[in-house]
T-cell receptor, first 111, second 114 residues
Framework: QKEVEQDPGPLSVPEGAIVSLNCTYS??????FMWYRQYSRKGPELLMY????GNKEDGRFTAQVDKSSKYISLFIRDSQPSDSATYLC???????????FGAGTQVVVTP | EAGVAQSPRYKIIEKRQSVAFWCNPI?????LYWYQQILGQGPKLLIQ????????DSQLPKDRFSAERLKGVDSTLKIQPAKLEDSAVYLC????????????FGPGTRLTVL
């Protein structure tokens, strides 16, 4: 079993729709959770970072963490074609900041 | 602020050849990472440096991969000899020493091994 599971998609939505992305993890020791966005032929860029259960909002983006279920989510409201990218969840696994990534979900927002 | 620089951007080699990648981190970032991202997968950490020292190289295939970070700034990652399964994007990232949760990634080097 992989430590971090993420549906690879692709997930195709019309412009303006809400995008819902999810990851599950197996190690209850994970405390810090991130979402990265990766455009084609680019490196990942950090979108959201959270370390507690509950919701965190940043503009059109909401990150949700449920530690009891070992489940994290990212919601994108009012999706735009520019949101078309691969979204990677990641977790810090040790005190040196080692990241464990999910496989990434490809999102396509159609005009 | 300049980002993480990597070169070359693309490389095509035959199996059993050697190849080297270069990374220049963001100025002042003491921590440097090399990741391997195979198509359809998330990045996997190969090696992490704190200044000149290696913090974690547990997933680096040491029989063929090597990395160094001279003077705590630039870094090179070498593969010798390359195998078909080494075809991937090699990403370099850097972070401030006490902010390893915020890593800044370069554009990557796309390696194709034929």
């Amino acid at each position: 079993q992989k430590e971090v599971e993420q549906d690879p998609g692709p997930l195709s939505v019309p412009e303006g729709a809400i995008v819902s992305l999810n990851c599950t993890y197996s190690n209850s020791a994970f405390q810090y959770f991130m979402w990265y966005r990766q455009y084609s032929r680019k490196g990942p860029e950090l979108l959201m970072y959270t370390y507690s259960s509950g919701n965190k909002e940043d503009g059109r983006f909401t990150a949700q963490v449920d530690k009891s279920s070992k489940y994290i989510s990212l919601f994108i409201r009012d999706s735009q074609p520019s949101d078309s990218a691969t979204y990677l969840c990641a977790m810090i696994t040790d005190s040196w900041g080692k990241l464990q990534f999910g496989a990434g979900t490809q999102v396509v927002v159609t005009p | 602020e300049a980002g993480v620089a990597q070169s070359p951007r693309y490389k095509i080699i035959e199996k059993r050849q050697s190849v080297a990648f270069w990374c220049n981190p963001i100025s002042g970032h003491a921590t440097l990472y090399w990741y391997q991202q195979i198509l359809g997968q998330g990045p996997k950490l190969l090696i992490q440096f704190q200044n000149n020292g290696v913090v974690d190289d547990s997933q680096l295939p040491k029989d063929r991969f090597s990395a160094e970070r001279l003077k705590g700034v630039d870094s090179t990652l070498k593969i010798q000899p390359a195998k078909l399964e080494d075809s991937a994007v090699y990403l370099c990232a850097s972070s401030l020493p006490h902010s390893t949760d915020t890593q800044y990634f370069g554009p990557g080097t796309r390696l194709t091994v034929l």
